[in-house]
């Protein structure tokens, strides 16, 4: 295995993004800040790789444009997943594998404000028996947090402590688009919206954008002090249904951190885009009661469609290069009710 | 005022998919007024059936009846329902375990409020009178309790002579889709009877319609640069076939017109010259429509004419095909 590191990340998260889908005009500041990090131009990138989906940006190839923000002429070696930015990332990390590159830019944006985002999300579920219901995120997720509440696995106490505390971290999170705690007796005299759900359980609607700069060996010490050197990658998916599987576990998150290993990790930050699903994630992966959980806030707080998940890998990354922690966690999921699930541990070393 | 201009779109299109042997059988049953399940490898009931076995990645092939009614395993309210969703006024969506299944189905469950709904509540299939071999046969779930005993049971059997082996879903996404800031000053232009462009800092070269980076060097496009309304034809086609849609008689000419300062062509009618007459290199100029009419749209500019100068040398615009 060749030893790859996060070297770069820039973001970009708003509530509502004033330009055009194919979010070009953000991607190019978000290049400029991964070009002053590493000290490249873009011709000392090896590959490219976004994430993106063309059923936010409502057109087909949307991610053809986003490419203008790259600039191709020398030709590049580009590819593209409609999927989260980290498994854009996942791909790019195999391409340095393969010897054939040894840095990579990847990248993902969305506009999840141009349409019914929980709506348009019911395009990714099975199409037979699921699409045809339009079932829409919100509800999928309301299905899976009141299995766990009937199953006493966590309540609406639990739930609101994970926002609250999700609240009062995005504090410190300048691209937060919803912000500060309160208590959790405040939060759980809201209203119910999507019964047992309240809007302070359900990820924001976020547009926005993200970029991770990785690099191989002597690549990455070059231009950062203390790379987050990626020590395990890996992802696995359970079944799309949501009858077959059982809703208060993710047997795919599981096995993730098991292909992985999480012991000595310090900060995990986790893809719960609803607030049971950091519950859930916490007990399947295995982490430790002294585990630092979404210090940046977290999902909860500001959830860029196919950015959210790799910006959970940037989080990560930033505490390694600082030194506030030596073993890191970024998770990312997508799917319906945390179907597939990626696991990516960070270390840095002295 | 908001950097960009935005207008409503709608994408629609019908999704048309073969169904294969098991979702296939699953969809006849409910055209039937009966719910298929499929017994996988470790002998629990499934419903739907999954098309292959979870554990040994066989082919489901043991298909069982399942009853009409059973338990709300669990739910959620949907306040504001999205359209296409089995109601438009507030209702829940359900996992119910029919009676004879193993595992539940997810579908909507019809109450008036979140109170009418429990876990463990025993509720039943409401169908669709006419039914087409597809989910939404099953209208929604309903409480059995407020349900007369005599009207408990199947569905007025539908039975059909042929198996279902497809299906159509109609797909309808709204969306409020932006033009970047940069095609957004172009269009409000336009709007002022000016076609203007932008220059990349790098290259120097003059995108029209201006893009928000140069696909060249990946730097924003920042000058802007106001082009003039004459240029060249760099290259046309000749519409001979009609189509939906189509605004006018063919035959007529649509061609890549390169607008004298801009380095990229734009695509627009040739018009006021027999359609066999318009070659590469012929000078154009832009026909505004009334100034009435002006909106902040290219069609501001109705088409373009022969100015009737000589053509262009082949060496102008050679670099621009
Ligand atoms: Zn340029």
Redesign the interface.
């Known amino acids: 295995m060749r030893e790859v590191a996060v070297v770069g990340f820039a973001q970009r998260q708003m509530k509502e993004f004033?330009?055009?889908?194919?979010c070009?005009?953000l991607?190019?500041p978000l290049?400029e800040e991964c070009y002053e990090q590493t000290g490249w131009t873009?011709r000392d990138v090896g590959f490219w790789c976004s994430g993106s989906s063309d059923?936010l940006a409502?057109?087909s190839f949307s991610f053809v444009q986003a490419?203008?923000?790259?600039?191709?002429?020398p030709p590049v070696n580009e590819s593209h997943v409609e999927m989260d930015l980290a498994w854009a990332m996942y791909e790019a990390w195999l391409k340095i594998q393969t010897g054939e590159v040894d840095t990579a830019v990847v990248y993902a944006f969305g506009?999840s404000?141009?349409?019914?985002l929980?709506?348009?999300l019911?395009?990714q579920l099975e199409?037979?028996?699921?699409?045809?219901?339009?079932?829409?995120t919100?509800?999928?997720?309301?299905?899976?947090?009141?299995?766990g509440i009937?199953a006493g696995l966590w309540d609406e106490r639990a739930m609101a402590e994970v926002a609250n505390r999700s609240l009062t971290d995005a504090e410190k999170n300048e691209y937060a688009v919803r912000k500060g705690g309160s208590s959790v007796e405040e939060l759980l005299a809201r209203p119910?919206?999507?019964?047992?759900?309240r809007k302070h359980d359900c990820a924001p609607v976020t547009d926005g954008a993200a970029a991770l700069v990785l690099a191989a060996g002597d690549r990455a010490r070059e231009v950062q002090d203390r790379p987050a050197w990626i020590d395990g990658i890996s992802h696995y998916v359970d079944?799309m249904?949501?009858?077959?599987r059982d809703?208060t576990r993710s047997p795919s998150a599981a096995r993730a951190a098991q292909a992985v290993g999480v012991a000595g990790v310090e900060v995990a930050e986790l893809h719960a885009p609803f607030s049971h699903q950091e519950l859930v994630l916490r007990r399947e992966l295995g982490l430790a009661d002294d585990v630092v959980v979404n210090p940046s806030g977290g999902a909860l707080t500001s959830n860029p469609m196919f950015s959210a998940g790799g910006i959970r890998i940037g989080e990560a990354a930033r505490r390694i290069w600082s030194g506030e922690a030596s073993r890191t966690l970024g998770h990312a999921t997508s799917g319906p009710a945390l179907q597939q699930n990626l696991v990516c541990t960070l270390e840095g070393r002295s | 005022m908001?950097?960009?201009l935005s207008a409503p779109?709608t994408?629609a299109f019908d999704?048309t998919?073969s169904?294969g042997p098991v979702?296939g059988r699953?969809?006849t049953g409910l055209r039937d007024g009966v719910v298929v399940g499929g017994r996988t490898s470790e002998g629990r009931v499934?419903?739907?059936p999954?098309e292959f076995d979870?554990v040994t990645h066989q082919q489901v092939t043991d298909f069982v009846e399942v009853a009409s009614t059973g338990t709300v395993?669990?739910?959620?309210?949907?306040?504001e329902p999205?359209?296409?969703?089995?109601f438009d006024r507030p209702f829940a969506?359900?996992?119910v375990t029919l009676e004879g299944a193993d595992?539940?189905?997810?579908?909507?469950l019809d109450v008036a409020s979140?109170d009418q709904v429990s876990?463990g509540m025993q509720v039943r299939v409401r169908w669709a009178e006419e039914r087409v071999g597809?989910?939404?046969d099953i209208v929604c779930f309903e409480p059995v309790a407020e349900l007369d005993d005599a009207d408990a049971g199947a569905a007025a059997s539908q039975p059909g002579t042929d198996p279902v082996t497809k299906?159509i879903?109609p797909?309808a996404?709204?969306?409020?889709?932006?033009?970047?800031?940069?095609?957004s000053a172009f269009y409000r232009g336009l709007a002022e009877g000016r076609i203007l462009g932008q220059r990349c800092p790098a290259c120097g070269k003059v995108y029209v319609p201006p893009?928000?980076?140069?696909?060249?060097?990946?730097?924003?496009t920042t000058e802007e640069v106001e082009l003039s309304e004459t240029g060249t034809v760099t290259t046309f086609c000749i519409v001979n076939v009609p189509f939906l849609g189509q605004r006018i008689k063919p035959p007529y000419v649509s061609a890549y017109v390169l607008l004298d300062g801009a380095d990229i062509a734009v695509l627009h009618l040739i018009l006021d010259i027999p359609a066999d007459e318009v070659r590469m290199g012929m000078r154009v100029k832009a026909v505004w429509k009334p100034r009435d009419e002006w909106g902040t749209t290219i069609e501001n500019i109705s088409h373009f004419s022969p100015t009737g100068d000589p053509d262009a040398d082949y060496d102008t615009y050679k670099h621009h095909l």
Not at chain 2, 173 to 183: G, I, K, V, W
């Open positions: 004033d330009g055009s889908p194919t070009v005009e991607l190019v290049f873009r059923y409502g057109r490419v203008d923000a790259i600039g191709v002429i506009k404000s141009a349409g019914v929980r709506r348009t019911a395009l199409p037979y028996t699921m699409t045809p219901l339009w079932p829409d919100v509800s999928l997720a309301g299905l899976q947090a009141r299995a009937d119910v919206y999507a019964d047992p759900l079944p249904s949501m009858g077959t809703l | 908001s950097r960009t779109v994408v999704y998919r169904t979702l699953f969809l499934v419903v739907p999954p979870p395993t669990s739910w959620t309210w949907v306040p999205v359209a296409g969703q089995p969506f359900a996992l595992a539940p189905l997810l579908h909507a979140p876990t597809a989910i939404t299906v879903t797909v996404l709204d969306y409020l889709y932006a033009a970047s800031p940069e095609e893009r928000s980076a140069c696909p060249v060097d990946g730097v924003a």
